[in-house]
């Protein structure tokens, strides 16, 4: 979904954000006064450098961490003013996340992975739904040391999913997996955000994958340095790295 066609709304508008963390005497400036939005539909892929203050700003984004200034206004909540109840809810409602590693349960089969989620959401899909969704319909009653790392990667895209979130972040879902696997995961990445119409935000420092995107923001010592629009998404089969 292109924002520039008037088809996307505002999920997220991010004005002068800073983050700055205080390590005994020395003081890290990891964001630097951002602005951008973030569109309903879009999938966007936030290119940087490792330290170069992505991970902070989807974690500010998603409601896992505190501003130290600025504002994040989603929809009409301003996640800067709001308490860490209010968070908490904000992330159970609206957010998935997907990190490098899976943080599957070893004990537990797919399924009932899933189901974690599923058990303390509003509306969710059914576990099973969602692992169709994410090609592992086979594969619903095997324990993640049964699966390859890019299945178990699938199953933590199906976890994140069922819960029907409207914003879905994904933090180097590709990084620990080989290419020809980590375009498979993208793929799913792409289903779940042209099917389900689910805001994506991939963060990556690899230049290819931004190929897929309606957008690339990239980031750079703290600050936006760079925005530029894809006029046509190229399939993740047809990227490689």
């Not at 951008?36 to 940087?48: A, D, K, N, P």
């Not at 490792?50 to 998603?62: E, P, Q």
């Not at 992330?91 to 070893?106: A, D, E, H, K, S």
Request: neutral net charge; contains cysteine.
């Amino acid at each position: 979904m292109n924002p520039q066609n008037g088809s996307g709304m505002p999920v997220f508008m991010i004005r002068d954000l800073t983050k700055t963390y205080v390590m005994g005497e020395v003081i890290i400036r990891a964001l630097r006064g951002v602005n951008m939005e973030l569109f309903s539909g879009e999938l966007v892929v936030l290119l940087g450098a490792s330290g170069s203050g992505k991970s902070t700003l989807i974690n500010i984004l998603g409601g896992l961490d505190n501003a130290s200034g600025g504002q994040v206004l989603y929809k009409d909540q301003d996640l800067t003013a709001s308490r860490d109840k209010e968070l908490t809810i904000f992330r159970r409602n609206n957010v998935g996340f997907v990190f490098q590693f899976y943080n599957l349960i070893p004990s537990l089969t797919a399924r009932e992975n899933v189901a974690i989620v599923t058990e303390i959401s509003k509306d969710p899909m059914k576990p099973e739904e969602a692992l169709e969704l994410v090609g592992l319909g086979e594969r619903m009653d095997h324990f993640p040391a049964q699966m390859s790392g890019g299945e178990q990667q699938r199953v933590a895209i199906a976890r994140a999913v069922a819960k029907k979130p409207s914003v879905l972040m994904c933090d180097e879902p590709t990084g620990a997996l080989d290419s020809k696997t980590g375009v498979k995961v993208l793929e799913v990445i792409q289903t779940v955000n042209l099917r389900l119409g689910t805001t994506t935000v991939v963060i990556t420092h690899n230049e290819a994958i931004g190929k897929m995107a309606d957008r690339i923001i990239r980031i750079s010592d703290g600050k936006i340095s760079n925005v530029s629009e894809n006029k046509s998404r190229v399939s993740p089969g047809e990227i490689s790295w």
